[in-house]
């Protein structure tokens, strides 16, 4: 499963509810190759990576 369950939080900067909030969440797959890391400013997603999604 990869979105519709909890994240793992990977890393966080600033306090949440100021501008300069950041939060990296990561989605592990069943194999350990697929994951998604979503990185959030601000709660909105900025940037993420995939590796091994169909």
């Known amino acids: 499963m990869?979105?519709?369950?909890?994240?793992?939080?990977m890393a966080e900067e600033g306090e949440k509810g100021t501008p300069g909030?950041?939060?990296s969440v990561v989605w592990e797959g069943v194999n350990p190759e697929t994951f998604i890391n979503v990185t959030f400013h601000n709660?909105?997603?900025a940037t993420w990576i995939q590796e091994g999604l169909q």
Not at 2 to 9: E, P, R
């Open 2 to 9: 990869i979105i519709g369950g909890m994240g793992k939080v």
């Open 21 to 23: 909030h950041r939060l």
């Open 43 to 45: 709660d909105k997603a």
